[in-house]
């Protein structure tokens, strides 16, 4: 990532070759037999995997010595390396001009010849190539008479039984399927299949190929055109109920768009992964392939087998599975949900409330980190208990999207649809969330729709040819993290991810997403040299898709769900990322102000004796909080890769970083914006976070931590109760300096007001992040009367000292700070102080 980006993405090392042999325990599904498939090999996607060919491009004079790799180090074998960057300014010039790599020939799909005979059909068939199986199979209304097929490659008898009774036998026609007709027949009947194999026992089963499409011609047109809100209500696969003369039928329909794919077959757990048993049918020009599979329920494990652009066919997970197999198995799963809410007065809430000007105070939390072996049910007893006592707002949960590689910490996803599979069913992550929600504690997730994983097995090259990710490198491969970028401007494409975002708001009933490396997306020439990159239509580098994606993602979250809160990670100085779309902005709520992060955690890094040469660190963030709607963060991302946890960080004693991070929290609560810290910011963590392992939970059994974790109930509780402290977060009605340039002392004062009129609730903080205590320190308030100290985080040293809180002193009629009146107040060194007045109630 370029420098002018802001912070790096950090992402962790690839897995040791120990750590491929030795994954999860869990083991992975059968594949089907290759031998089942004749004439075609089976591809059985592996990370070694290498791309279809392609017509050769013409390959650049220079190129890079590394090949692109992928996020297990392989090389990714559909990209070509970019090439080198130019050394002299001409040479620039002229490599500015021209890609510096080829674009991609993106091959039509090989035409399907369209059997004209039985025989032919038959032979398709058995081929695996048939692209309608239900012309040929099912029943169909003759001349003389009901016309039934089926395929049933080792049975040795095959008989039909109609609801009438009345039983006939098929014959085997050849390769495999079997037919017969009832004479004189004028209308379709229900019936059932009696098939026996070598054993000689007859087995009854229904018929995949009688039923009608599960996807009517709306949503075919609403899939075509890329607006299908609740996209996962039709693709996937869902358990559904037929009632039948023979009795209800149960099973599971299967859907899935693959427009360029010359075939596709369901295979799994229910048909000893044969890859022939269950072709899909191709509906119309669509792209969507479907088939409704009898007997096939909640848990059953399935795959893809995708004949692609190629010929080859290809094991592919569902890309809307809904559930997936316990990793690192690939099987997607059925999933039925029979969850019933028990969050309706939350819900019921939520629309009623402005989250964006409601108070935030937000825990982030990485699910496999926080405490060891924990599942979603243990999360809902103990996470729910934890955080609900220390008083935050929300949850943040790093991505819980199924992910094949734990270090990746779920940012490279694979199941976009799918809660990962190692906590849980998607059920027990639904209890998780209600839990949460009776607690009065919202959820927001974070969401990656700008690249994903390159596992072969999941979204890549999935019809054979690039169909999530752009076809071209220089627009489709992110040469940072070694994955792929969604192709923005394919409208399925955009369909997937702007439905993915309100399927997790509607059926998990989340509270807000939090959108992953938004700067990433909006610049076409993020971590990329002069010339691997592509300018847009108008010549520049924004990618006009990605916002197109980003904004549509947003009105389309806010319209269909009320209350909810959409975040953006976004590090670079775009303008209008919180504004609305109808005037031109992405339409996100709130924004990471990832530059007060950069420039606070660079002034707490400095010694105390040399914070006054750094005093505009703090001030700076200043002159521009009120041009977006900002949430002050301190992630995950601040506290991993040597970067030291938030204590770490801090100079001096140990006595002293404990203070400083008492002040910094403080400091943190009171400055305009929504908070977030990452788990265990709250007891002040000493190692720097690990994904492997849980937090340091022990350090909780010493008082000097222990305080720390006081302080942050308190401060929540201050917060909350305090409107002062959140409703003018993005006004600058909310916010005035008393003393910004007390640099010779380290100290900060301020006000803050819960009324743009400023004749409502009031706060006043005073923080000194010097060695020396203020005692007293003058600061103006703007009001005469009582105030009253609400907070001193002096009193949550291990040393029990006297803290100031709960004390009342007088304004006197002596002005300070521009204000009419004035208090003086003790400050000691490294803490913050509260004050509000005594008539407005606060905190009384």
């Keep these: 990532m370029s420098p002018r980006f802001g912070k790096k993405k950090q992402k962790p090392d690839a897995p040791t070759d120990e750590a ?29 995997e290498t791309a279809v060919e392609e017509p050769a491009a013409e390959k650049p004079a220079a190129v890079a010595e590394e090949p692109a790799r992928g996020w297990f180090g392989l090389p990714d074998p559909a990209v070509t390396p970019p090439a080198e960057a130019p050394t002299s300014r001409s040479a620039a010039r002229r490599a500015a001009s021209r890609p510096a790599v080829e674009p991609p020939v993106e091959r039509a799909p090989e035409p399907v010849p369209v059997p004209s005979t ?33 395929y049933k490659p080792f049975a040795s008898v ?9 039983r006939i036998e098929l014959a085997h026609e050849s390769d495999g399927v079997w037919g017969g007709i009832r004479p004189g ?83 799994g757990d229910f048909n000893g992964w044969d890859t022939r048993s269950h072709a899909m049918r191709l509906l119309g020009e669509s792209g969507v392939w479907e088939l409704f599979i009898p007997g096939v329920g909640d848990g059953t494990l399935y795959k893809f087998l995708v004949r692609g652009a190629d010929g080859k066919v290809r094991e592919k997970a569902d890309p809307m599975a809904r559930a997936t197999e316990l990793p690192p198995g690939r099987a997607s799963s059925v999933v039925q949900s029979r969850y019933s809410w028990s969050d309706d007065e939350w819900m019921r809430r939520r629309t009623e409330r402005d989250a964006h000007t409601a108070p935030m105070s937000i825990y982030e939390v990485h699910l496999g980190s926080w405490r060891s072996h924990h599942s979603y049910a243990d999360l809902a007893e103990h996470l729910v208990n934890y955080v609900a006592d220390l008083g935050f707002t929300h949850v943040e949960f790093m991505p819980v999207m199924e992910h094949p590689y734990p270090p990746s910490w779920g940012y490279h996803v694979t199941s976009y649809y799918a809660p990962t599979a190692r906590f849980g069913r998607p059920d027990e992550f639904r209890y998780l969330v209600d839990r949460l929600h009776q607690a009065g504690i919202g959820v927001i997730l974070d969401w990656v729709p700008g690249h994903f994983a390159t596992d072969p097995w999941a979204l890549a090259r999935f019809d054979g040819l690039p169909l999530y990710e752009h076809p071209d490198p220089r627009k489709g491969w992110h040469p940072e ?7 923005f401007g394919r409208m399925q494409v955009r369909n997937f991810l702007v439905a993915n975002a309100v399927y997790w708001m509607e059926e998990f009933h989340v509270d807000g997403l939090r959108v992953d490396g938004v700067a990433s997306m909006l610049y076409l020439d993020y971590a990329r040299k002069d010339g691997e990159w592509i300018p847009n239509v108008h010549g520049g580098r924004e990618n006009l898709e990605a916002v197109g994606l980003l904004q549509e993602a947003n009105a389309t979250a806010y319209k269909r769900v009320p209350g909810i809160v959409m975040i953006a990670e976004e590090s670079t100085s775009w303008p209008g990322v919180t504004k609305s779309t109808d005037t031109g902005g992405l339409g996100f709520g709130l924004k990471w102000n990832m530059g007060w992060m950069n420039d606070s955690l660079k002034y707490l890094k400095e010694d105390p004796i ?62 305009p914006g929504k908070q977030l810290i990452f788990m265990g910011t709250e007891f002040a963590q000493e190692a720097e976070w690990a994904d492997g392992r849980q937090l340091d939970w022990w350090l909780l059994d010493h008082a000097a931590h222990y305080r720390v974790h006081n302080l942050v109930k308190e401060l929540n509780r201050v917060y909350r ?17 008393l003393n910004a340039d007390d640099n010779a002392w380290n100290t900060y004062s301020y006000l803050r007001f819960g009324t743009a009129d400023r004749q409502g609730p009031v ?72 004050l509000a007045p005594v008539e407005t109630g606060a905190d009384r």
Excluded: C
Excluded at 244 to 265: C, E, I, K
Excluded at 628 to 639: A, G, K, M, R, T
Excluded at 721 to 737: C, K, Q, R, V, Y
């Design 721 to 737: 109760e305090n409107e002062a402290l959140w409703a003018l977060d993005s006004d600058p009605a909310g916010f005035e300096w």
């Design 158 to 166: 095959v008989a039909v039984r109609f609801q009438d009774g009345e």
């Design 20 to 48: 491929l042999a030795n994954p999860e325990s869990s083991e992975e599904s059968p594949g089907p037999d290759p031998a089942d498939l004749p004439n075609d090999e089976v591809v059985t996607p592996t990370v070694e």
């Design 118 to 150: 039985p025989a032919e059909a038959i032979r398709a068939l058995a081929d695996g190539r048939h692209q309608q199986p239900h012309d040929l199979l099912g029943h169909h209304l003759e001349a003389d008479g009901l016309l039934v097929r089926t």
């Design 610 to 671: 040399h914070r006054q040469y750094h005093h505009h660190l703090l001030t700076f963030s200043l002159m521009y909080a009120f041009s977006e709607n900002y949430l002050l963060p301190i992630s995950h991302d601040e506290v991993v890769h040597g970067k030291g946890s938030l204590l770490r960080k801090v100079p001096g004693s140990r006595y002293d970083q404990l203070a400083t991070v008492r002040a910094f929290l403080a400091y943190i609560w009171s400055h």
């Design 481 to 487: 993290w070694g994955s792929y970028i969604f192709d």
């Design 763 to 834: 706060v006043a903080v005073a923080v000194n992040f010097g060695g020396v205590p203020r005692e007293p320190l003058r600061i103006g308030v703007p009001r005469a009367g009582d105030w009253k100290v609400i907070l001193d985080t002096s009193g949550y040293d291990e040393f029990g000292t006297a803290s100031q809180a709960e004390v009342v002193v007088t304004a006197q009629e002596q002005g300070a700070n521009g204000q009419p009146y004035s208090v003086e107040v003790r400050v000691a060194s490294l803490s913050a102080v509260y």
């Design 185 to 267: 027949a004028t209308e379709t009947q229900d019936y059932r299949l009696i098939v026996a194999y070598g054993d000689g026992i007859e087995h009854e089963m229904d018929d995949p190929y009688r039923f009608a499409p599960t996807l009517g011609p709306i949503d075919l047109h609403l899939i075509g055109e890329g607006r299908h809100e609740e996209l996962w209500t039709v693709l996937g696969a869902h358990v559904r109920e037929y009632p039948g003369p023979m009795g209800t039928v149960v099973g599971t329909s299967f859907a899935v768009w693959a427009p360029r794919a010359q075939a596709v077959h369901v295979t």
